[in-house]
Every structure is written in C-alpha cells, then in structure tokens.
C-alpha cells in the first residue's frame, strides 16, 4: 500500500509497504479516508517522544472500517462504519488502567502513524462517528480529546477568569470551551497575527501579542492583580512556563497540553509555586471516557475554520512544506 514515510530526521517522502491484515479477533482494519497535520508533526523523530517516531507519518485520521474481528463485532463495530480515535493502545491491566485513568497509562503502545491507505487497531481504539459529521471534522477527534481532558481538569466555573497561552490548535479549541463553561473572560496570548485573528473570531475576550516583558504586568493588571483562577499552556515556548506560574491565581490551575525537549529543566518560582498552592497538571493524553465524550464537544466547537488549507495525499508533501512554513492550527490531507 501507499504510504508517508518519517524518517528520524522528520522528513518524510512516499513509499510502498505491506498492507496491514486482520490477525486478532479484537483488531479492525480502517480504509483512511482523511488525515490532519499541525506543528507536532513536524518534529524529528525522538525514542522518548510518543507522536515523533520513524515509519509512517500522520496520527489524526478518519475513515471508514473495511473489516475487523469477532470481539470487535461483539463491540457494536462493523464494515462500512465510519470510525475515528486514536493510535494509542493503552495496556487496559496496569494499575491506571484499572482504575479508568488510562491517561497514566504505564504500559502505552503507539501504532504505525496513519498517512496511508490502511491501519489496523484494536477495537477499543476506535470511536464511531455520527453520521452528521464529516470526515473532515470527524478526524479531530483525538487532538479534541486532548483539550477536552485539559478542560476537565481545569474545573473552570461560572466566571472565572481564564488565561491561554498559546493560539494553536488546543488553545484555540481550549478557549472554545471555556467560553461554553462558562468562563467569565478568556485571554489568549499567541504570536502569530493569523491566529489571533481566529481567537478574536472565536470570543477570545483579550488577544494580546507577547512582543516583551511588558504583557505579564498587563495579564496582572486585567485581573486587578489577583491573577487567573486558571492558565494553560498550550504552545511550545520554554520562557512562557514562569509567566504562566506569574498570572496565575492562588489556589488555580495551571496545565499544560504539550511537553519539552527531554532534556529540557524548567525553573520557576518557588515562592510564588508554593506559597500561592497553584495546581500544576498536564493533559497529553486521555481517557477512554474522555475520547469518547469528544465526539459530543465536536459537534459544539467551530472546528472548520482550523482547518486551514487541504491537501490530496498525492500532494502531502506540500501540506508537510506549506505547515513547517505557517504554522497553522491543522491542515488537512484527503486519503487516497
């Protein structure tokens, strides 16, 4: 079958390689039919990273199941479903697992990446998608999961003040959100002017552009100095974590929806971390009940317009290009 390879180096070029075939009763083998890209895809392939190893590139996807084993029939899941979800295999016997936490997963399988014609996954892998949604939307169903997992633990209430740093794809969906919770303002603070365009669109309250130092004594300021009862941090920028620690709020919640470079130490402020009992938490990955319930943001959440360019597969090479060049929230790739 027709494939994208990654190498270690991150780029990638089209290859030939085995279709993949049904050997479990608990497996489904999906035809893509639409994948997204953003900027985790561009990273170059590390051991300890989950979404950057070598083989095949890709990881969002939707498609529609072409066959699958008997335990995955006894699920409810047959041929011809439209189907998204996610590459993870959490283990299901660890002690998280067990206990419905399959975001702590100890034991995680990540599956071949999904720019190709075939993949196969374990049923429990595998969300079914209405039929009022559309491939192209449908294949969001994984990064909303991330977002939706961040949101749960924010516990953002009926007025509270939210501040987002970052206006990529999980802040923007982030902020959504908020607003749907019931947030009383939401501040973003993103770089680039196309997407703060989108969070103003989107009913970001305050967008500001962190050009110097001078925008955390603002974010302080438009909280009379009291800080945001909850911050997340959800673009890849080292010298945003101490600023974030800064504007938020004793007793908040501060998340993060990325991780650094392995190697990467972060410092902060340990006054301010203790003596204000901030909550520090991350949102990588989810749970099953999480993954599932996503599909029911989706249909609540303007997702289209972060959508930003599409592609055929043929050309997916010039969606890597025109991505690693814009830095949009996700471009989409229409399968083979």
């Known amino acids: ?31 893509v039919t639409y994948n997204t890209i953003g900027i985790q895809d561009m990273r170059m392939a590390r051991e300890w990273d989950f979404y950057a190893k070598a083989g095949i590139a890709g990881y969002e996807m939707a498609g529609i199941i072409e066959e699958l084993g008997e335990e995955a029939k006894s699920h409810g899941l047959y041929a011809g479903q439209r ?29 071949s990446g999904t720019l190709c014609e075939f993949v196969i996954w374990k049923w429990h892998q595998v969300i079914p998608l209405p039929d009022s949604m559309s491939y192209r939307i449908g294949t969001l169903t994984e990064p909303v999961a991330v977002v939706a997992m961040a949101a749960d633990k924010m516990r953002i209430q009926k007025g509270d003040n939210i501040c987002i740093f970052g206006g990529d794809f999980n802040g ?25 365009e989108l969070a103003v669109k989107m009913g970001a309250d305050v967008v500001i552009e962190p050009a110097d130092d001078i925008y955390v004594t603002q974010l302080l300021k438009n909280t009379d100095f009291i800080g945001y009862q909850s911050v997340a941090v959800t673009s890849s920028h080292p010298e945003w ?16 929806t990325l991780y650094f470079d392995y190697g990467k130490d972060i410092a902060v402020n340990s006054i301010k971390l203790f003596r204000s009992s901030i909550n520090i938490s991350s949102s990588i990955l989810y749970t099953r009940e999480v993954l599932h319930s996503s599909i029911e943001w989706m249909g609540n959440l303007s997702l289209e317009c972060l959508i930003t360019k599409e592609y055929s597969f043929s050309s997916a090479l010039e969606a890597f290009e025109e991505e690693s060049s814009n830095l949009y929230p996700r471009i989409g790739i229409v399968g083979i």
């Open 1 to 31: 079958m027709k494939a994208l390879w990654r190498f270690h180096t991150g780029t990638q070029s089209f290859c030939d390689t085995d279709e993949p075939e049904i050997r479990q009763p608990d497996d489904v083998k999906i035809r």
């Open 83 to 111: 189907v998204s979800g996610t590459i993870v295999e959490f283990c299901g016997k660890c002690f998280y697992c067990n206990r419905h936490q399959e975001n702590l997963c100890l034991s995680p399988k990540i599956h």
């Open 172 to 196: 923007l969906v982030l902020l959504q959100m908020a607003k749907r919770l019931g947030a009383g303002s939401v501040t973003v603070i993103e770089g680039k002017k196309y997407n703060r």
């Open 241 to 256: 974590i101490q600023a974030a620690v800064n504007v938020t709020a004793p007793g908040g919640n501060l998340i993060f």
